[in-house]
């Protein structure tokens, strides 16, 4: 962050003005601040509306009297969340401001439900701030998992690995710098300049959603099996979500983040083991792959 | 309006709470207020995220440098919308609270890309509500569009329209009351009995949309063709979105309310008719309706 | 259906055209083919495309390699299933031509992932065909459930009601009629003359929907929770469903359907029976409502 | 492509399958072929729904009668699109395998309303293809605007910029396969060596989209503004298009391509302009950019 960012953040966090909206004090405390992630990343909440009243009041306007029922808020978010009601949890927003490897942008883009203002390339000029892993974060590639990550790197493999990724980052970025230069020479468009950079160069956006669609990327991107640089973006999130509606965040964290689906051949298979019944992968009708995943959630 | 609800909305309006969020002033005065539509609809802003300055802080994130040369935030919007840039307005969100019949939320609803929670008819019992067009209202079929209205009905004729439209949702009513009453009978089900109700009975929803998506509805809703009924509801927004983001919503009413769309056809006539040349229908290249709507345009 | 209708499906599977696109066998016996719902009702499919293989298709465009570990389509869809992908069953799309009461059109249309052409009684005049349950689904308002139903009406209650959505929606339907009539008067406009038509009136729509939402809104529809008179729409669709894309189907109906889901709660008290211990709701740390559904799924 | 991807497209042309569905002559001859893109990249058909009849189709469905009075499909589909009605052509689908450069693919995922399937690198190790400009599309920046291309680079700048693209994509590309090879080491996990490659390496995805968000996209990417690299697979897809269906690409080339939006003071400049006033840029009520944006209408 720059000087004048962070006069410009204690500008905006000096400055309270009086609304009749509702006001989630847990989230005034994030707002404008920026959260580090990962090397040179950031999170920071730029705007938000609604909290978990909103999702009440939504919900209450739907279902009348069948609410009532429901004795408090957090009852009535937790009914909502185990029965899977989405629209009552669309009700709340966030507009955040992420600054983040490119290669890491490339997966968040795939939530279509969004809305996003990216820092141009065509137009803008970007600046040499690469992601470069910690070394503890150098992983091998898992023998048992296409997708996954084993054991960090070490010795000489880690360091030439790290060597590699700092040198060809910044010769790129050099060609890119003297490519786009108009000193002695016409400079190439930056559109097309813009080709020579690698995936671990930092972009930034201003990304905004609604409470359901930020719980349905965090269930996905705040899983172990996420890649790490994208699930320390969704960490942070779940953080910031927690101090901002907190009924929801704990319905999220039982029913999803903590929660597990069974098929009907494993809920047949818990209910034989519950009634005395020996079950083994043969007996189960689960493949491998099924009945080691069915394992991990019941023992 | 029970005096409960008005009692609710003063004391929602007399609670400004301290807020670090961009406030919109012009659209803090309509929170919470009901504004009336038709008989015994309305609008209400429950909520709100964002105002002219925040187009422009996420164009200005998009297109960094590139925007410098625009002096001022009005030209700034006004160059965004003039090159159908939509996601900078996908920035700002508002969320209202709206009673309408239900044939006009039957067409409202197909404006997909917004977050809904209505008052569902399967829990809850619907108020004895219809609309009931004014005298001058009722529209006679148009003679030259099977869309349009024509003249206002006269005499026995619209005496006898209104006697009908009140009976037939009284008599409607009284049956779906006694079709569900559980005094002395088992009692319908509500899921059941409100299929006898008819279309101009009043729902209402939390409905919560952004600007962008909000002036794809105004646009095609306040048009001079859409059904009264929707049109009504529309420039009741076009007024309360004029003062949330003004400089948006001036440069929305220059380049769509207010302006026109040329085919390439278009073009080429005006280009002829400009360099001195007589054209007509048979010159143009349209056919007779096409150039009936040109000559609305340029005439 | 008319002679008509019926003349033009005959015309319609009586000409095949070769084409060079992946041809779903067990889709091509539905295509055109009327399969009738509730009284008036029906579903048709107009129009697929892709089958099981373009699932795998995709997803092995994904995924490249890491596809290959599994042997066949069969097994590498029921992973795609488990593990919540959802981009590779967006890769096949139908399109459905379907007649249904407006006010099961009404739930419907809330499942925004999809195109709609509906029947447009702003420019067209509805025919008289109304929703009349059948004696045995003439269902009383459940007792311990604000949104279910109860035991079939009997008796005099019962013909009571029949009666008077039949001659409710008869009265409506003549007076519709009337108002619209320009013989000897003016006649209303019939964007007005319609919001006199009760919601058991039939509408009609084409309805095109991608693989991937169009199993979601069968788990929510063909749900036992979901309104019969929508259910019954969602099970015609699965017997659709299963002959179009028959290992997607199998996979969905032991996932989705067949399937539940258990909070982290439900996870720890799973465990925790399995290892030999009583848990009761008061020791399960769940709502007595959250417990039932529990006891219900293990039991 | 590869003599295994030839004979396979061989081998799908070869085998023309019967269907009860409707087929669109002009695309048939389009399916599976690879239509070449830049200097690696393509466009192949993979599978469509829906012909210019269909869109037909499902507007008598929505208008009824009111289609009736236009005599033709030809008409009806211009005064479909004249009137920006969208549903009708979201009948309508395609489905496409692209290989396009990741710099393109960060564009052409902007738009949200579509299904992808795209190559993983998480899973899969990338080719070593680079897109590398050829020498008449190495432009240099715009003086006059920040976004666009000057004339093309000359001599030894052009020389030093294909070299530099050249050896630092490959030098990238030798180290990302140094980094993930398992000879003598670890080996790196490919989701984290992917980062190393510059953002011309080529990518690969299913694409699948309604023709009414099509032709949005061709609309903003085939427009003379767009980079030349996306260009160039909006003009490729264009033609597909137009093959696809005749005459809905033929009232998009006219209303959408070739046509223009005025506003509000454009029109009042046009009227009065034949009226024989002569309107400056002073008198028009338009900035300098506008009324330069209008002389090229209308001149």
New interface residues.
Partial sequence: MTPEQLAEIEE??A?????????APGM?RH??TAHEVLDHGMIRV?????DDA?IC???R??????TK?VSNDE?LI??LM?H?HS??F??C?V?L?VKL???VA?QW??H??A??????A????LDREF?I?APEH?????EVN??????A??GE?AAR?LR??RD??N??YD?YE???S?EG????????A???????VYT???W?V?LHNLFHFLR?RADPHA?MEIRVYAEALCEIVRDWVPAAYAAF???R???????????DC??R??AGEEVTQETSGM?K??WR?FMG???
Same sequence: chains 1, 2, 3, 4.
Avoid: C
Wanted: hydrophobic fraction near 35%; glycine fraction near 8%; aromatic fraction near 8%.
């Fill in positions: 905006l966090r400055t309270p003005t009086p609304t009749l909206r509702a006001v005034e707002l404008h730029v705007d938000y509306m609604g909103a009041q939504a919900a306007v739907s279902y009348g009297r069948g029922a009852g937790r009914y185990r899977w629209t009552p669309e009700m927003e507009k401001h490897p490119v290669f490339r883009i795939r279509r439900t809305n996003v203002n990216e820092y141009s065509r137009y803008s000029i992601y892993p150098l992983a091998a590639q898992s296409n997708q996954g990550r084993g054991e790197l070490a493999e690995v590699w990724l060809d980052a010769r790129a060609h003297a490519m786009i108009q020479q016409q400079g190439l468009a930056r559109e097309l813009r080709m020579n950079l690698p995936a671990n930034q956006w201003y905004k609604d996905l890649q964290e039982d029913y983040l903590g929660g597990a689906s069974l098929s009907a051949r494993g809920v818990v209910r083991m519950l493949s792959g099924e995943e959630v019941v023992r």
